[in-house]
C-alpha cells in the first residue's frame, strides 16, 4: 500500500469472532469508500467471504474512479462527461496511460509513436487461416492477441519499464488493425492495411469498410467522432471483470500480450462485455414496441432467466454516465444517417421509459449501461453484431494495459491467489473399486 496517497484512518475496526478480537487498520483513499486492511486474518486462520467481490478492493489504483450512486466516472480525475465533449481517444489514452493530460507537443509525438506501430507482422495474417470463416470475431480475436507475444520476444521483460512501455504502445496501435482483420476475415475480404495519416477511428474505420480496390474514402466525420467517443467511454471502467482477470493474469508475471487476451476472453460474456451484441439481438427479438410489456414481463419473472440486456451494473445505482453521452450519439449518428426513426431505437427509448417508471427496475435501482446504447450505434454504422464486443476489447485494451502497468510497476506486487470456503467431503481412506 503505497502511503503517499493512501491515509492511514486514526480509526481501526474491531472484529470479535470465535472468541478472538481483532483490531483491523483502516485506509481512506482521495474519493469513495475506505478500506478495511484484512491481510492480518490469514495468519489467524480466518478468511473474508465474499463471492463476486461485491465488498472487496482487491488493490490500489490511481486510474479510474466510480461512484455508483451517484452515476460519478472520473479517468484520472477528469468527468467522463467532459473528456466526451472536449478529447479524444488519443488524448485519454495519454491520460490513462501517463495520468496526466499531454500539451500538444506531448500529444502529437504519442500519436506519432501509435502510428508506427499500427502495422502487424506480416505472418500474423496466417493466423487467420486456421479459423472457420464463421468463427465468431471475438474467438478470433482472443487467439491472435495472444499471438503477439510469439512475434515480440524483445519487450516481455515486464522488469523493464521500456519493455513495458513499448508493449503498451504495440497494443494499442495494433488492436484497430487486429479487429478490422478478424472482420474482413469473418466476410471473406482482403485484410486493409492501416493508413496513418487517417484519425484513429478514422483508421479503423477505412480499414473496416474500404477495399484495395476503391480509392481510400474521408471518413464521415460525425460517423468518425461517433466512434472515437465509443472508444473513449469504453477505454476504462476500474476493476471491471475483463480487468480484474488482467491483473491477476499479470500478477503471475505472464507477459502482456497473454495477459490482454485473457481480459478479451472475460470480456465476451454476456454480462459483461457481450451485454451489446446481446442488447440488439434482445431489441431484434422484441420486433416491435407493442411487445415490450411482454418482455418486461419476463425479466421481472424470478422463474425466468431472462435478463433486460443493456439494464443493471454492479456499480451504478444510478444512471450510468457513459449511457447518456451513448444516447446524445445514437441521435446524432442516426440523424446524420438519416434513419432517425430507426426501429430498433425507437424501441430502445420506449423500453427505457418503461423500464424507468417500473416499480421493480426502480426498487433494484436497475438503469440502461453503457452497453444500452451502443450497439444501436454500430449497428447503423453498419457494424454486425457480433462484431460489437470486439470493438469494446479494443477500446478497453488501453485500461486494461494502464492496469497492468501500474500493477506490475508496484514494488509490493504479490501474485493473486485467492481462498476458498471449503465445504467438500473430510478427509476419508480409498475405497477399492471391489469393495464400492
Ligand atoms: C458491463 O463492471 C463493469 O464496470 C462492467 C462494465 C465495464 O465498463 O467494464 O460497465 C461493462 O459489463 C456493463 C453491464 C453489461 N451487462 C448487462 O447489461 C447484462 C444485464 N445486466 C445484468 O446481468 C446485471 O445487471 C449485471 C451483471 C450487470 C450486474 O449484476 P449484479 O451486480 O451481480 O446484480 P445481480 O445479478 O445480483 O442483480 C441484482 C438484482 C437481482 O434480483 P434479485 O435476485 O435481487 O431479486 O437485480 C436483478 C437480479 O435478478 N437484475 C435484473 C437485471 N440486472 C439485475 N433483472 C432484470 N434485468 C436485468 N438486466
Wanted: with cysteine; hydrophobic share 40%; glycine share 8%.
Amino acid at each position: 500500500m503505497s502511503e503517499k496517497s493512501t491515509q492511514l484512518s486514526p480509526e481501526k475496526a474491531l472484529l470479535e469472532a470465535k472468541g478472538k478480537n481483532y483490531k483491523l487498520p483502516i485506509y481512506d483513499g482521495t474519493l469513495g469508500p475506505d478500506v478495511i486492511d484484512v491481510r492480518s486474518l490469514s495468519g489467524a486462520g480466518t478468511f473474508t467471504y465474499d463471492p463476486g467481490f461485491v465488498s472487496t478492493a482487491a488493490c490500489e489504483s490511481k486510474i479510474t474512479f466510480i461512484d455508483g450512486e451517484n452515476g460519478i466516472l472520473l479517468y484520472r480525475g477528469y468527468p467522463i462527461s467532459e473528456l466526451a465533449a472536449h478529447s479524444d481517444y488519443m488524448e485519454v489514452c495519454y491520460l490513462l496511460m501517463n495520468g496526466e493530460l499531454p500539451n500538444q507537443t506531448e500529444k502529437d509525438t504519442f500519436i506519432a509513436t501509435i502510428k508506427n506501430h499500427t502495422m502487424v507482422h506480416d505472418q500474423m495474417a496466417t493466423f487467420f487461416k486456421g479459423f472457420r470463416r464463421d468463427a465468431h470475431p471475438m474467438a478470433i480475436m482472443v487467439g491472435v492477441v495472444g499471438a503477439l507475444s510469439a512475434f515480440y520476444h524483445d519487450s516481455l521483460d515486464i522488469k523493464n519499464p521500456e519493455h513495458r512501455e513499448i508493449a503498451a504502445f504495440r497494443l494499442v496501435a495494433k488492436m484497430p488493425t487486429i479487429a478490422a482483420m478478424c472482420y474482413n476475415y469473418s466476410i471473406g475480404l482482403p485484410f486493409m492495411f492501416p493508413l496513418n495519416r487517417l484519425s484513429y477511428a478514422g483508421n479503423f474505420i477505412h480499414m473496416m469498410f474500404d477495399t484495395p480496390c476503391d480509392e481510400p474514402r474521408e471518413p464521415n466525420p460525425v460517423i468518425e467522432k461517433a466512434m472515437d467517443r465509443i472508444f473513449m467511454l469504453h477505454a476504462d471502467h476500474e476493476q471491471n471483470a475483463s480487468t480484474s482477470t488482467v491483473r491477476m493474469a499479470g500478477s503471475s508475471g505472464a507477459n502482456p500480450f497473454a495477459c490482454i487476451a485473457a481480459g478479451i476472453a472475460a470480456l465476451w460474456g454476456p454480462a459483461h462485455g457481450g451485454a451489446n451484441e446481446a442488447v440488439v439481438n434482445m431489441l431484434e427479438d422484441i420486433g416491435d414496441v407493442s411487445n415490450i410489456p411482454k418482455y418486461v414481463a419476463r425479466a421481472k419473472d424470478k422463474d425466468d432467466d431472462f435478463r433486460l440486456m443493456g439494464f443493471g451494473h454492479r456499480v451504478y445505482k444510478n444512471y450510468d454516465p457513459r449511457a447518456k453521452v451513448m444516447r446524445e450519439t445514437c441521435h446524432e449518428v442516426l440523424k446524420e444517417l438519416g434513419n432517425g426513426n430507426d426501429r430498433l431505437f425507437e424501441t430502445a427509448l420506449e423500453l427505457e421509459r418503461i423500464a424507468l417508471e417500473d416499480e421493480y427496475f426502480i426498487a433494484k435501482k436497475l438503469y440502461p449501461n453503457v452497453d444500452f446504447y451502443s450497439g444501436i450505434i454500430l449497428r447503423a454504422i453498419g457494424i454486425p453484431s457480433n462484431m460489437f464486443t470486439v470493438i469494446f476489447a479494443l477500446s478497453r485494451c488501453v485500461g486494461w494495459i494502464s492496469h497492468w502497468n501500474e500493477m506490475i510497476g508496484d514494488p509490493q506486487l504479490r501474485i493473486a491467489r485467492p481462498r476458498q470456503l471449503y465445504t467438500g467431503p473430510v478427509q476419508r481412506e480409498y475405497v477399492p473399486i471391489t469393495k464400492r
